[in-house]
């Protein structure tokens, strides 16, 4: 993908919703969409963002996506929330969930939040940043299709099913921690076959189960999980949470994110909102001083401190724009 200039987050949130209008996806999708993608990009993440561009525009195309989504929200209980995504993007039907789970969670001090009938959902510190900024302690999940083979096999079941957590501070910017439970998120490998490098020993295995740097046989294959059997068992914990529970599709059961082709992926999301307590200001002393106790250890920093450096950068200088992502 060749890269031409550099532009505003802003104007790049103007370009992305426009390249959705021009394919028939309604304004506040459109800006729900463009704003995660976006945000993604600028904290460095990049196969969730301005590459996904093109992915989605072809699955509206086919309707993979549902542009006309009703989004449903149902509450079972009065502290848990399941909402109906409609085959649409994961977006809008996360904004209400963030808009539900906030009101809950402060209302009887946590929250339980699950989408179904999903997709692709991005960063996940996106939306759990957006959870801290509200005050609570975030904690989010998401199942992916198959990407990952059960500890031992070599055939892909789990998905790369990623955690996020965020913690507000008092007086400096949440905590964010987002890891996916391969090595590296498969969006990297996504982006290297786009870019056509290759990829790190260890990342993944060919569909033979060998190790291999091509990012082609890598996605054909499996990836890796982080710290192999304990990894493999947080695949399945985040498994029965994000899918099992909230109704969404297993992940080896549910279609490509990238190919337009096919039945809509149909995935879920679980995400937990926890009130720190009346007793705040205990809390946040409490946590300073765990946080300060680590940043204290020579050659140590805390989770997230990488990304608060990228979306410095990308406010100071903007972002390097593809030249062609928004002609599809």
């Known amino acids: ?48 963002g301005f ?12 309707k993979k996506i549902n ?20 085959y649409g993007f994961a977006y809008p039907a996360l904004d209400q969930a963030i808009i539900e789970g906030t009101l809950i969670g402060k209302e009887y001090g946590s929250a339980v939040v699950s989408i179904f009938n ?56 949440p905590l964010v921690i987002d890891l996916s439970l391969s090595k590296v998120a498969r969006g990297k490998i996504m982006h290297a076959k786009k870019v056509n490098t290759k990829i790190p020993e260890g990342w993944a295995l060919d569909s033979s189960g060998k190790p291999t740097t091509d990012p082609d046989q890598a996605l054909k294959g499996s990836m890796l999980p982080i710290g192999e059997a304990k990894g493999s068992a947080l695949a399945l914990m ?17 279609s490509s994110f990238l190919n337009p082709d096919g039945d809509p992926p149909g995935v879920g999301q679980f995400l937990m909102f926890i009130d720190p307590g009346k007793d705040k200001g205990s809390f946040f002393t409490r946590l300073e001083k765990l946080l300060l106790n680590i940043e204290e250890i020579e050659g140590v920093r805390l989770p ?13 200088l903007g972002l390097l724009l593809p030249a062609n992502f928004v002609d599809p």
């Not at 590459?51 to 086919?62: H, L």
């Open 67 to 86: 542009v006309d989504a009703k989004i449903k929200i149902d509450h079972p209980k009065p502290t848990s929330i399941s909402i109906d995504a409609d």
């Open 118 to 173: 999903s997709h692709h959902c991005g960063a996940l510190s996106v939306q759990v940043e957006r959870i801290a900024n509200r005050g609570l302690i975030g904690l989010m999940m998401a199942n992916t299709p198959k990407a990952i083979a059960p500890w031992g096999g070599k055939d892909p079941f789990f998905g790369t099913n990623p955690i996020a957590f965020a913690v507000p501070r008092k007086a400096k910017d």
């Open 51 to 62: 590459s996904r561009v093109k992915d989605y525009i072809a699955q509206v195309k086919t």
């Open 238 to 254: 985040v498994e029965i949470l994000a899918a099992t529970f909230s109704g969404g599709r297993p992940s080896n059961e549910a």
């Open 1 to 48: 993908m060749t890269l031409e200039t550099r532009v505003s987050i802003s104007e790049a949130e103007q370009l992305v919703k426009k390249a959705f209008l021009k394919n028939g996806v309604k304004e506040e999708v459109a800006a729900s969409v463009s704003t995660a993608l976006v945000a993604a990009e600028a904290e460095g993440q990049v196969g969730h």
């Open 304 to 316: 997230g401190e990488r990304r608060k450096k990228d979306i410095q950068k990308s406010l100071d």
